[in-house]
């Protein structure tokens, strides 16, 4: 049975003409409320303030290319980076990236051995390389080239790492030693031993020199003191071949020839009764060795650092819980923050 038509009007809805609707009505609501019904309405009508932290402030300006490029591509004229012109016609430049060395020299003598660490480059923008016995450092501003040291007979240079002012060096020894040496005096100033086999890792964090050994373990040495033996970690079965701190010296990082790749606690006081350390991350699904190496992108913190895990093979893909996860890798190397 239909219902009569004119027993009951049908319901208003915008398709019947409804006054609700109209643009007369909805400019009075908008008028009541105090909004422009044309204007959009989320939308920021300043810029956010700068932040407290000066990494963030860093951060923004080196990704400003990055947003410029995304709005030329909106606007539809391509626009190029760095015309300083707008961009306006033309395809977008792409980043080309060299091919070439900058600057070629000369090793003679350098021992092919992928377990070893035989280049460091201070923060003096000084080279530090093992030749075999020697140890030469070439500043990169003026293109100097100075021998340094010379082991005794019979030994090799296996690490370098360079102090946090870059103005000492330390040289780990196939005989297990660990010298100290003031670059600008060319003079040693310690040598610290105690191991019997070499050293092929070496990591600063302030005063304190941690050493990787072929037999696995992991010394910290305090430079200041004539004990410099202030802790042992062990945590490998295979040479250690990898060390960095992180730059707060929260964690210290540690690769080895046993495939493993663990985290430690920064804190060299934090042994266990036997002076042995436990690590507080471990990871074993890797199948070859692995070297650590600790990098600084532009978005990186001091608190959240970029570790490079790299392996003779391809390194899976693989997590730490919390914030220390894996981000973008290649062949042979994987980034970890830590």
Not at 35 to 61: C, G, M, V
Not at 111 to 129: E, G, H, I, K, T
Not at 216 to 234: C, F, M, P, Y
Request: with cysteine; proline share 7%; hydrophobic share 35%.
């Amino acid at each position: 049975m239909l219902p009569d038509p004119e027993a009951a009007p049908l319901a208003s809805s915008p398709f019947h003409g409804s006054k609700e609707n109209s643009p007369a009505h909805i400019q009075r609501l908008a008028e009541a409320v105090g909004i422009n019904p044309a204007a959009r309405i989320l939308t920021f009508r300043q810029a956010p303030p700068p932040a407290q932290d000066p990494s963030l402030n860093a951060q923004r300006t080196y990704v400003q290319p990055l947003y410029a490029r995304e709005k030329a591509l909106a606007r539809g004229g391509g626009g190029a980076l760095g015309d300083g012109m707008g961009g306006t016609s033309g395809p977008p430049k792409q980043r080309r990236l060299p091919t070439q060395p900058e600057r070629v020299l000369d090793a003679p003598g350098m021992v092919d051995d992928y377990y070893l660490n035989l280049l460091a480059w201070s923060p003096r923008n000084v080279l530090a390389v093992g030749l075999a016995e020697n140890t030469y450092v070439w500043n990169a501003q003026t293109g100097d080239v100075t021998h340094l040291a010379e082991a005794s007979a019979g030994n090799y240079v296996c690490s370098l790492s360079w102090a946090g002012d870059g103005a000492y060096v330390a040289i780990g020894l196939s005989n297990g030693e660990v010298e100290l040496w003031d670059v600008e005096g060319g003079r040693r100033l310690r040598t610290m031993s105690g191991r019997q086999a070499r050293v092929p890792s070496l990591s600063w964090n302030s005063h304190i020199l941690s050493s990787g050994c072929q037999d696995g373990s992991i010394w910290h040495h305090d430079v200041r003191v004539a004990e410099h033996k202030v802790g042992v970690l062990q945590g490998h079965s295979g040479e250690v071949c990898g060390l960095a701190w992180r730059p707060d010296g929260d964690c210290l990082a540690s690769g080895g020839n046993d495939n493993v790749v663990n985290i430690w606690d920064g804190r060299v006081g934090d042994v266990t009764t036997d002076g042995r350390g436990v690590p507080k991350f471990t990871k074993r699904n890797h199948t070859a060795a692995v070297k650590v190496r600790l990098t600084f992108p532009f978005f990186c913190t001091p608190l959240t650092s970029l570790l490079c895990l790299l392996g003779p093979r391809l390194v899976p893909m693989a997590s730490f819980p919390s914030r220390h996860r894996w981000g973008n890798w290649r062949r042979d190397c994987a980034l970890l923050e830590f």
